[in-house]
């Protein structure tokens, strides 16, 4: 199923994914980011799981802001597969 979610505190606005039982793909960074970076992070977590993802990088920080787009898009697997979980 895809999902949208609305980032906080970074450049890209947006992130849309695939997932498919806690399995993520298809990672879009949407409105605004540093092109270099919303070219990898994809790239880097296509096909790794919910948790996996979180290991990798939920945590990462951007200067000052307190999150990163790879800490947002931990964030938004994570919401995603405890609301598809719920809708099961």
Sequence with gaps: ME???ETQNTCARKIKFTLNGNVVTNVRFLEGGCPGNLQALPRLVEGMTVEEIEKKIGGIM???KGTSCADQLA???RKAYEESKKSA
Excluded: D, L
């Design 75 to 77: 964030k938004a697997v």
């Design 62 to 64: 951007c200067g000052i």
């Design 3 to 5: 999902y949208t979610y």
